[in-house]
């Protein structure tokens, strides 16, 4: 973001903004950021007219520095509010047998199986078609591969993290993954539609993990790579 806004801040003319207080780039991080502190967004209608309002007020009385903070404002209002739609609403838990494919690194924790799956195929409307799931299963997984597609038995939950004082924002963290539900294997074993292609960046990567474990075994540094 902070590169995004120098690269608008270099478009205004040193001359224009000189002995005004903060430079123009500074002013477009501030515009990209100060959204980031608020509790609760305001309605996207009310926030979309009033920032167009400012930004055609800004560019009529060519206050280019103005200009460029709203639409940095603007910029990250739009991607706030569209991570919130790719959201499973707060309320809502769903049950449904979903088709997708295994992305990133399955990862072993306890007793359960952890990776993230993104839909190719489901019949959910509160979420994206293309919606990307993080998928627990907790007993008697199979063996499970990145970019394998899988035909799933899932429970859908919000993406909600516990409130953590001294530890991290779990939810924070979802949100930035771009996860759009949590959601756990409800029975049976699934069903391995497709393996996965040679090429798939994901599978190399799991070989190279996987070998990696075999030569290094219980060795102290294991965990740092």
Not at 38 to 46: A, E, F, N, S, V
Not at 77 to 90: K, T
Request: glycine share 10%.
């Amino acid at each position: 973001g902070k590169i995004v806004a120098y690269g608008i801040g270099c478009f205004i003319e040193p001359g224009e903004y000189k002995g005004r207080g903060m430079p123009a780039p500074a002013w477009a991080i501030l515009g990209l950021l100060w959204p980031l502190i608020l509790t609760q967004l305001p309605d996207r209608g009310i926030t979309g007219l009033l920032l167009l309002c400012g930004l055609s007020v800004a560019a009529i009385s060519k206050r280019f520095v103005g200009f460029w903070f709203l639409a940095a404002t603007a910029w990250t209002f739009l991607h706030l509010y569209q991570g919130l739609e790719r959201r499973l609403p707060a309320s809502l838990v769903e049950t449904l047998t979903a088709t997708g494919q295994v992305t990133g690194l399955p990862v072993q924790r306890g007793g359960l199986l952890e990776f993230r799956f993104k839909l190719t195929d489901a019949p959910v409307t509160a979420i994206p078609q293309d919606a990307v799931l993080l998928v627990r299963w907790y007993r008697d997984w199979p063996e499970i591969h990145p970019g394998e597609t899988w035909q799933l038995n899932l429970v859908l939950k919000p993406p909600r993290g516990r409130v953590n004082f001294s530890g991290g924002d779990t939810e924070r963290w979802y949100f930035n993954e771009g996860i759009s539900a949590l959601a756990s294997v409800d029975s049976g074993q699934g069903k391995r539609l497709a393996p996965a292609g040679e090429l798939n960046i994901d599978r190399l990567r799991d070989r190279i993990s996987n070998r990696l474990q075999q030569i290094l075994d219980d060795h102290p540094a294991a965990p740092l790579l």
